[in-house]
């Protein structure tokens, strides 16, 4: 069978981008993609985009083709998929099995979202519009922050939680967002600015949230014998899991936890043959700061209820037993819907060829992807390695 | 919309059962997803009070609840089991408290939308 690898990874840079148009920061991804591989728009087979909610953030509907048509790639196939914040990774997954089927060679996968062509209370009434409308939307005006709000709270209430354990995951991430020269928020923040930042959805404040940024990621997946030819440091996509919860968010089982992450992380292990100890590195959905601890309890990396001891550990920071969010998560690189979680792959590709200078996980070999949409209506957990 | 998920919930919360396998929904629904039958009838829900699992209050509101903010919103673990979301009314935030007794009532908002609200008892 046709193993597949990363061979070509790039971002365009995260933040409110009002320099540039919706095409224009694709090819800022694209192209630093196309030099990382060295290869050329001539070598692509077929294009995945993810884009999340263009027909609500920007005035055009269906993007894909005018992006793919200012990229030099009409003469391919393309298309564009859709799985809210997890689009991304729900692209890499189709263009992974395009690979295997032997369909094609050579995949772009593409992810952009400008969000900011919208004021910030429109987007976040466009996100909110991605739970359901009818039962939930249009008779309460949830919010996503109010969502993760209840699973805070929720969280809290069974397992002693604090709202300093959420600040310390914000910390973090900003701590390593503010060496990522692609993150939208690159400066350190401390406990204090956390608790002291205004109620968005109580027990969340503003810097318990991913802000709203524009932002584009490219990464190119080719089959093992082109990836070898392309590069000699193919990364390998190992295990994918993917499961989905019930649309109705109080019907989820577990309401302090996302459980189709923990289906799809189940997955995504068994198939790759490695236990949540072999994981050397991991990109996590921090959404909502409460998202990232849900997610350590998720994957395994610890027991339910145990995700505050780790960040009050330092277990995942630099010199802990797992560093997770190494570029500065969604939190502070930003969270542009349709890239995140291509953005997530290109940031595990460079920390298992060891690129990541100042913010580099130790010896990583195995690497980990945790993407969720909505609150856990589409789960994915990709693995990756060297 | 469908008729049993609006229209039938017009003067009590109405749940759903499935004539053929006996699936009760709540909210309330036409099709059922176990049998695939569509043989459902609506009848009004006995359980309707119950503890309160968790709340939000929301103070960043999207567009169309601008003019509502703040407001709250939690959920509600009914006597028998179902878990629904509701708008909570006429209780202070520092009030609230997880666990405490609710009880589910219809809300009606004055454009036809339908939803629920949680309230103290009586």
């Known amino acids: 069978m046709n ?77 564009r998929v859709e799985a809210a914040c997890a689009s991304g990774s729900a692209a890499i997954r189709a263009g992974y099995s395009a690979i295997k089927a032997g369909l094609v060679n050579t995949v772009l996968i593409l992810g952009v979202e400008k969000m900011n062509e919208v004021s910030p209370i429109e987007a976040i009434e466009c996100l909110a519009r991605a739970s359901d409308v009818q039962l939930e ?8 922050a109010g969502f993760y709000a209840m699973m805070a709270r929720m969280h809290m209430s069974k397992y002693g939680t604090t709202e300093e354990d959420l600040a310390k995951v914000a910390v973090k991430n900003h701590k390593y967002g503010a060496m990522n020269e692609f993150a939208h928020l690159r400066k350190t923040i401390s406990i204090d600015d956390v608790l002291k930042s205004r109620v968005v959805a109580s027990p969340l404040k503003l810097y318990d949230c991913s802000p709203i940024t524009d932002g584009a990621a490219c990464v190119i997946l080719s089959d093992a014998d082109n990836a070898r030819k392309i590069t000699d440091t193919p990364i390998w996509l190992t295990g994918l899991g993917a499961a989905a919860e019930e649309a109705y968010f109080a019907a989820k089982s577990d309401l302090a936890s996302v459980n189709g992450a923990r289906q799809a992380a189940d997955l995504a292990y068994k198939m ?24 350590y309890e998720d994957l395994r990396f610890c027991e339910k209820g145990q995700g505050p001891s780790m960040i009050r550990d330092g277990q995942t920071e630099i010199g802990g037993k797992l560093p997770v969010n190494l570029d500065g998560g969604l939190k502070a690189k930003g969270h542009p819907i349709g890239a995140t979680g291509v953005a997530m792959t290109v940031e595990i590709t460079r920390q298992l060829r060891g690129e990541c200078k100042n913010r580099q996980a130790p010896k990583a070999e195995i690497g980990l992807t945790h993407n969720v949409g909505n609150t856990g209506q589409y789960c994915f957990v990709h693995i990756y390695s060297r | 919309m469908a008729k049993v998920e609006n ?63 703040p407001y709250t919103i939690g959920i509600i673990e009914l006597d028998d089991g179902h878990k629904i979301e509701g708008w909570i009314e006429g209780i202070e935030a520092d009030r609230l408290t997880v666990g405490m007794r609710l009880h589910l009532k219809l809300k009606h908002w004055p454009d036809g939308r339908v939803g629920f609200q949680l309230l103290e008892p009586d």
Not at chain 1, 276 to 284: F, L
Not at chain 2, 25 to 33: G, I, V
Request: glycine share 6%; hydrophobic share 40%.
């Open chain 2, 7 to 69: 229209a039938e919930n017009v003067n009590a919360v109405m749940v759903s059962r499935c004539t053929r396998c006996g699936t009760l929904y709540l909210p309330a629904r036409s099709n059922c997803n176990h049998c695939y039958s569509s043989e459902t009838v609506s009848e009004p829900l006995k359980s309707k009070s119950g503890r309160l699992l968790t709340y939000t209050v929301i103070t960043a509101p999207p567009k169309s609840f601008e003019d509502k903010s």
């Open chain 1, 137 to 144: 939307y249009e008779p309460y005006g949830i919010t996503f």
């Open chain 1, 272 to 295: 790759a043959k490695v236990k949540p100890s072999d994981i050397d590195v991991a990109e996590v959905h921090d959404c909502f700061t409460i998202a990232e601890l849900m997610a």
């Open chain 1, 3 to 79: 193993d597949v690898a990363v061979v070509g990874v790039g971002l365009g840079r995260f933040g409110n981008r009002s320099d540039v148009s919706f095409r224009e920061i694709a090819f800022e991804a694209a192209s630093k993609a196309f030099d990382d591989a060295g290869i050329s728009p001539k070598d692509i087979d077929f294009t995945i985009s993810s884009i999340a909610f263009p027909e609500a953030l920007t005035s055009q509907s269906s993007p894909a083709a005018t992006v793919v048509d200012y990229l030099g790639l009409v003469s391919k196939g393309s298309m």
